[in-house]
Every structure is written in structure tokens, then in C-alpha cells.
């Protein structure tokens, strides 16, 4: 998908199964490479992370085979433990390769992307830790060479990341003895990832609060669901909330999305949550109080942006403080373009409600910075052409036709 057309002004308006999470099957599937066996994955999203995954695990010797909405994994043959540089500087989270490759080979050659992942998004928390379990970490020019197997211990993560506390949970599967991690990340994605690994015979405690304990156990294959995409439903609220619609989801869990539904109903929306369902109504919409990213249960910093565009033309002004991500208001041109009133100011952008948003011709960014875009161009109106929209299609499966499924006046080429 290189461009998309959008005729925007028509309320959203229908329902839509929500799609497996991306950020939950990206590690499950990385950690199929560090357990020898045969697994069947569930609820896996028709997103092209999960199709370079795939193949980055191919190339490693992984047996993968796609039908509709599963995927099986033959991992039990030998593999490989230099992935793909190409595949892998294609996604971030190539980087939880390092983790599984140590867990069952004691030796992981990950490659770097052009320098920029330890200048852009840093991986030092991942490498203290690793290091802090005896493993060996070189920094080449172009890879991170990582050797020994992990020995048991304490690890203290002084920040939640999500990436570390999964290379890490993923490393001390191989390791010697029991490791604990304190200060882990207690995403519902991590949660996903130690259900899964609990599934396959791991002894793991601790998942969903900052304190994790995983012990040596045999492990072997399992079968597993994945968690629905709380950051795809969030999306699709936003879109429904911009336009004044009605949108019913399914396949979800409400309680894993209370901060951005709180936001949404303060802004004057109805939202009835069922226990895998709910029902948003939007009306016109007023300003929410200030919103502020952070670590789960935070306010998440993957919904900053597309909340953003519901509230642009939310009557008085809101506040947006990104406390995760240096630069994620890169979508603010493109909603500028499309008439909306937003001052930015290091990790701060208000937003100042418009009566009305026109059609422009913008460029997406990034994955939720193109959400928010077309959300904007949902809610303006007149056409709106926005290129680069290829950044939808890492995480949003049949993003247009799902579009056009609620109503919208959308098309792609
Ligand atoms: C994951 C998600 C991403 C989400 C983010 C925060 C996946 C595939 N991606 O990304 O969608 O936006 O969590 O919820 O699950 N940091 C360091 N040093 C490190 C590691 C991280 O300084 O070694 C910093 C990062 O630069 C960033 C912050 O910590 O500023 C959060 O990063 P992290 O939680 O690791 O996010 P990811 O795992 O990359």
C-alpha cells in the first residue's frame, strides 16, 4: 500500500473483530527459535512484521507454515544463529532474536541496522542485563556479537522496557539457574509471552508485575492464542470517536485499553464495555484533561497519536506529555496540514480544537503516525491523499478493507 485516498466527512459506523496483537506475536514467535519442538499460534494478524518475522526465522532454519489466521513451527531441527541483516534491520524487534538464540545456542550475531539502534532507540538496558547474566557482548561495526549461556542471578532493569524484560525472560529460559528480574515491563503483551512459555513447560512467576522469577525446566512445543491487539482497538476508536460514529468491537479485552477508553469518555463519548466486547458512541466531543504516556498501566504511548487526531476538533484544548519516546510527534505536520491547531514544545504538543478539519495531501511517518493521519483525513472535510502508507501495513491487516467496511469513502493503491 503506497498511497491512500480518502473522501473524509462520513461518520464510521458498523463492527469489527479486532486482530491478533502484533507486539505480542513479534516475541512469541522469536521465542519459538529458543525451544526446540513443534508449536500451532492462534489469532496471528495478516501484518507484514509478522510476514519479515517469518521469514528472518526461515533463514535461520525454522519450519513455518501459514494457513488463514494460524501459524505452525517446526523448530526442532538445527539452526542458525546469525539472522538475516536485511530482514532484520527491517524491524526492531529482530533484536529479541538475541535473547532466544542465547537461550538454546549460547551464541546470538545480531545484526545493527545502520548504527541507529543504539543511537534512536538504545539497547543498553537489554546488554546490562545480559552482560549482568555472564554472557559475553562485542559491539562490531555492523553486529552485536553476544556469547556464553546465561548464568542465574538477580537482574535490577533500572526503566520497564518492554524489549529488555522479553530478551531477558527469553535468555534465562537457556540459563544456568533461576534468574529473577526486578523492575520488568508489565505489558499484557509480556503477560501473553510468559502464558505461552508457561504453556510449553517454562517455570515462570510474576508475569504482569515488576518482579519476575523464571527457573530451568524442560520445555518443549505447545499450542497457543494470541492476545487480541489492544493498540488496533484503540485505533479503530479513535477512528469512530473523530467522525462522530458508532463502532462496535469484538474479539478484545476492555480492561486492557482502561486508559484510553477513560480519555475517550471524558471526552464525551458513550462506551459500554462488555468482558470481550464494546460499543462506542460518538457525539461532538470536548476536551479530556492532560494526557501522559508511560509504561503500562499508563496511558500507552502507541495510542498518543491516534488520540491525538480524535481530539482535534474536540471543543478547548488538550495536553500531550510523551514520557516514553524522544521525537513521536512526528504526525503533527500532516494533522497541521489538515487545518488542526497543535503547538509542540519538546515532550509536549497542545492541541487546540478546530471547528473543522479540510482534505490535504500529507506523508505518513510512522506505524501510529500514519493511523492518526488517516483518522484525521476520516474526520476533514473534502479528499485527503497520504503517501507512504505502507507504514500501515506493519501492523494493521486488511487496514482498507476493514476501512471500507465501516463506511468510509477509502481506497488504496
Ligand atoms: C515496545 C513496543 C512498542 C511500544 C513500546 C513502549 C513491540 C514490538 N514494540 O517497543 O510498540 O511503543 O514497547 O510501550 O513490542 N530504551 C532504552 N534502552 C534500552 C531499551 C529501551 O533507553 O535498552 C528506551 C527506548 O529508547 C524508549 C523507552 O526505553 O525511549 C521504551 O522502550 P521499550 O519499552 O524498550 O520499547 P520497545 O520494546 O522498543
Same mark, same amino acid.
Request: proline share 7%.
Given at each position: 500500500? &503506497?498511497?491512500?485516498?480518502?473522501?473524509?466527512?462520513?461518520?464510521?459506523?458498523?463492527?469489527?473483530?479486532?486482530?491478533?496483537?502484533?507486539?505480542?506475536?513479534?516475541?512469541?514467535?522469536?521465542?519459538?527459535?529458543?525451544?526446540?519442538?513443534?508449536?500451532?499460534?492462534?489469532?496471528?494478524?495478516?501484518?507484514?512484521?509478522?510476514? %519479515?518475522?517469518?521469514?528472518?526465522?526461515?533463514?535461520?532454519?525454522?519450519?513455518?507454515?501459514?494457513?488463514?489466521?494460524?501459524?505452525?513451527?517446526?523448530?526442532?531441527?538445527?539452526?542458525?544463529? !546469525?539472522?538475516?541483516?536485511?530482514?532484520?534491520?527491517?524491524?526492531?524487534?529482530?533484536?529479541?532474536?538475541?535473547? *532466544?538464540?542465547?537461550?538454546?545456542?549460547?551464541?546470538?550475531? @545480531?545484526?545493527?541496522?545502520?548504527?541507529?539502534?543504539?543511537?534512536?532507540? +538504545?539497547? &543498553?538496558?537489554?546488554?546490562?542485563?545480559?552482560?549482568?547474566?555472564?554472557?559475553?557482548?562485542?559491539?562490531?561495526?555492523?553486529?552485536?556479537?553476544?556469547?556464553?549461556?546465561?548464568?542465574?542471578?538477580?537482574?535490577?532493569?533500572?526503566?520497564?522496557?518492554?524489549?529488555?524484560?522479553?530478551?531477558?525472560?527469553?535468555?534465562?529460559?537457556?540459563?544456568?539457574?533461576?534468574?529473577?528480574? @526486578?523492575?520488568?515491563?508489565?505489558?499484557?503483551?509480556?503477560?501473553?509471552?510468559?502464558?505461552?512459555?508457561?504453556?510449553?513447560?517454562?517455570?515462570?512467576?510474576?508475569?504482569?508485575?515488576?518482579?519476575?522469577?523464571?527457573? +530451568?525446566?524442560?520445555?518443549?512445543?505447545?499450542?497457543?492464542?494470541?492476545?487480541? /491487539?489492544?493498540?488496533?482497538?484503540?485505533?479503530?476508536?479513535? *477512528? !469512530?470517536?473523530?467522525?462522530?460514529?458508532?463502532?462496535?468491537?469484538?474479539?478484545?479485552?476492555?480492561?486492557?485499553?482502561?486508559?484510553?477508553?477513560? %480519555?475517550?469518555?471524558?471526552?464525551?463519548?458513550? @462506551?459500554?464495555?462488555?468482558?470481550? &466486547?464494546?460499543?462506542?458512541?460518538?457525539?461532538?466531543?470536548?476536551?479530556?484533561?492532560?494526557?501522559?504516556?508511560?509504561?503500562? +498501566?499508563?496511558?500507552?504511548?502507541?495510542?498518543?497519536?491516534?488520540?491525538?487526531?480524535?481530539?482535534?476538533?474536540?471543543?478547548?484544548?488538550?495536553?500531550?506529555?510523551?514520557?516514553?519516546?524522544?521525537?513521536?510527534?512526528?504526525?503533527?505536520?500532516?494533522?497541521?496540514?489538515?487545518?488542526?491547531?497543535?503547538?509542540?514544545?519538546? /515532550?509536549?504538543?497542545?492541541?487546540?480544537?478546530?471547528?473543522?478539519?479540510?482534505?490535504?495531501?500529507?506523508?505518513?511517518? &510512522?506505524?501510529?503516525?500514519? !493511523?492518526?493521519?488517516?483518522?484525521?483525513?476520516?474526520?476533514?472535510?473534502?479528499?485527503?491523499?497520504?503517501?507512504?502508507?505502507?507504514?500501515?501495513?506493519?501492523?494493521?491487516?486488511?487496514?482498507?478493507?476493514?476501512?471500507?467496511?465501516?463506511?468510509?469513502?477509502?481506497?488504496?493503491?
Amino acid at each position: 500500500m &503506497d498511497t491512500i485516498y480518502i473522501t473524509g466527512g462520513r461518520p464510521l459506523a458498523g463492527t469489527l473483530a479486532v486482530q491478533g496483537s502484533k507486539n505480542a506475536v513479534l516475541p512469541i514467535l522469536a521465542a519459538t527459535a529458543a525451544i526446540p519442538g513443534r508449536f500451532v499460534l492462534g489469532n496471528i494478524p495478516s501484518i507484514e512484521d509478522v510476514r %519479515v518475522t517469518r521469514a528472518l526465522l526461515e533463514g535461520l532454519g525454522l519450519q513455518l507454515c501459514a494457513l488463514e489466521d494460524q501459524i505452525t513451527v517446526d523448530s526442532r531441527g538445527p539452526i542458525r544463529s !546469525a539472522p538475516d541483516p536485511e530482514l532484520a534491520g527491517r524491524l526492531r524487534s529482530s533484536v529479541l532474536l538475541l535473547g *532466544a538464540l542465547l537461550a538454546r545456542l549460547g551464541r546470538a550475531e @545480531i545484526p545493527l541496522p545502520g548504527g541507529c539502534v543504539l543511537g534512536e532507540r +538504545p539497547l &543498553d538496558l537489554h546488554l546490562a542485563a545480559l552482560k549482568s547474566l555472564g554472557v559475553r557482548v562485542r559491539l562490531e561495526e555492523k553486529r552485536l556479537l553476544c556469547t556464553g549461556r546465561p548464568k542465574g542471578g538477580t537482574v535490577i532493569l533500572p526503566y520497564p522496557s518492554v524489549g529488555a524484560t522479553e530478551n531477558l525472560i527469553l535468555a534465562a529460559l537457556g540459563a544456568s539457574g533461576p534468574v529473577r528480574l @526486578i523492575g520488568a515491563a508489565r505489558e499484557p503483551e509480556i503477560q501473553d509471552l510468559a502464558d505461552f512459555l508457561t504453556a510449553c513447560g517454562a517455570k515462570l512467576s510474576g508475569a504482569g508485575t515488576p518482579c519476575l522469577r523464571i527457573e +530451568p525446566a524442560p520445555l518443549q512445543g505447545a499450542e497457543h492464542r494470541i492476545l487480541p /491487539d489492544r493498540m488496533e482497538a484503540a485505533s479503530w476508536l479513535c *477512528a !469512530a470517536a473523530a467522525t462522530g460514529g458508532t463502532l462496535r468491537l469484538t474479539d478484545l479485552c476492555p480492561d486492557q485499553l482502561c486508559p484510553v477508553l477513560h %480519555v475517550l469518555r471524558q471526552a464525551g463519548c458513550e @462506551i459500554q464495555a462488555g468482558e470481550h &466486547d464494546l460499543t462506542l458512541r460518538a457525539a461532538s466531543l470536548h476536551a479530556p484533561g492532560a494526557i501522559v504516556t508511560g509504561p503500562y +498501566p499508563a496511558f500507552p504511548t502507541d495510542a498518543q497519536a491516534t488520540v491525538m487526531a480524535a481530539l482535534l476538533r474536540a471543543s478547548g484544548s488538550t495536553l500531550f506529555r510523551e514520557t516514553v519516546f524522544a521525537d513521536r510527534f512526528r504526525h503533527v505536520p500532516a494533522l497541521c496540514a489538515m487545518g488542526a491547531r497543535i503547538e509542540t514544545a519538546g /515532550d509536549l504538543a497542545r492541541v487546540r480544537g478546530v471547528p473543522a478539519l479540510h482534505g490535504a495531501e500529507v506523508r505518513a511517518t &510512522d506505524l501510529r503516525g500514519a !493511523a492518526a493521519t488517516v483518522i484525521a483525513a476520516l474526520a476533514a472535510e473534502g479528499k485527503s491523499v497520504i503517501h507512504d502508507a505502507w507504514h500501515l501495513d506493519r501492523g494493521y491487516g486488511h487496514f482498507i478493507e476493514r476501512l471500507q467496511l465501516l463506511g468510509a469513502e477509502a481506497f488504496a493503491e
